[in-house]
């Protein structure tokens, strides 16, 4: 197994993803939202770029709910911003919900042309971790959202956890010197990943504006064991539960 990390959204362009799987990492809060969703019961999930879209799609999805951010809190109208603790799962289960965030619904657009695309986050490492090994699969991208175009270290963080437990798990695993930094971040802060959450720039952003639980719920490693799995319905990437032992349609 090969892997790369590109440390920015910004920087996947199609000829980075194609022919390979797409994991795209958004710990603070997007990946660790979705899988969040989609373990109350969440039908799937319809991640968006744009706010105005999000709504028009939500319009025209029976029994859709709207969840997301701008600047860390729900546009006007939504139904939940972009916390896990804003899920209510009586009104989510069954549901379609439709997801826009500043910076991770970006980066699923910006990977939608890899073979095959699933989201991570601390919340569901381990299950995603398993099924890229069930699936067998040759060709890795995991991308960090980053934060509007800049580093994140949050989903750096998670890219390295990933890497360590593939590693640990399957002799033949080759890293890129991006995914060896990822991986030697991570070792280097792995007995306080708190501390690295709370300081690097969407922790202050979060916590400025009373989230810091949100931050300790994303470090809530492997509370959740699903991988959400892009599908495609009428051209639209859509995000569906999977058991990691099924593993990934397709395996690049
Ligand atoms: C994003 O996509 O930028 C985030 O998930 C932001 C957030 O939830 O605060």
Not at 11 to 29: K, M, N, S, W
Not at 39 to 55: D, H, L, N, Q, Y
Not at 220 to 229: E, K, W
Request: charged share 20%; hydrophobic share 50%; with cysteine.
């Amino acid at each position: 197994m090969k892997i790369d990390v590109a440390f920015r959204a910004a920087d996947v362009t199609q000829e980075l993803v194609q022919g390979r799987i797409a994991v795209v990492i958004d710990v603070l809060r997007a990946t660790t939202m979705i899988a969040s969703l989609l373990s109350a019961g969440a039908r799937e999930v319809w991640p968006v770029k744009e706010v105005e879209e999000a709504r028009r799609l939500a319009a025209r999805l029976d029994g859709a709910l709207l969840a997301g951010e701008r600047g860390g809190l729900p546009p006007p109208g939504f139904d939940m911003g972009n916390s896990p603790r804003d899920i209510d799962p009586a009104r989510v289960a069954g549901a379609p919900v439709v997801i826009t965030t500043t910076n991770g619904t970006a980066a699923i657009e910006r990977a939608a042309g890899a073979d095959a695309l699933v989201t991570a986050a601390f919340v569901n490492a381990g299950a995603v971790a398993r099924s890229l090994l069930e699936s067998g699969a040759r060709q890795l991208i995991i991308i960090c959202a980053g934060t509007r175009g800049a580093f994140s270290l949050d989903d750096a963080l998670c890219a390295g956890h990933l890497i360590a437990r593939l590693q640990k798990a399957h002799a033949g695993v080759e890293l890129t010197d991006s995914a060896l930094a990822a991986r030697l971040l991570y070792e280097g802060q792995r007995d306080d990943l708190l501390s690295a959450l709370l300081e690097c720039a969407h922790g202050k952003v979060l916590q400025s504006l009373g989230l810091r639980e949100d931050i300790e719920l994303a470090l809530s490693v492997d509370s959740i064991d699903l991988i959400p799995v892009r599908t495609w319905r009428d051209g639209r990437g859509v995000l569906q539960a999977a058991a990691p032992e099924a593993g990934l349609a397709t395996a690049p």
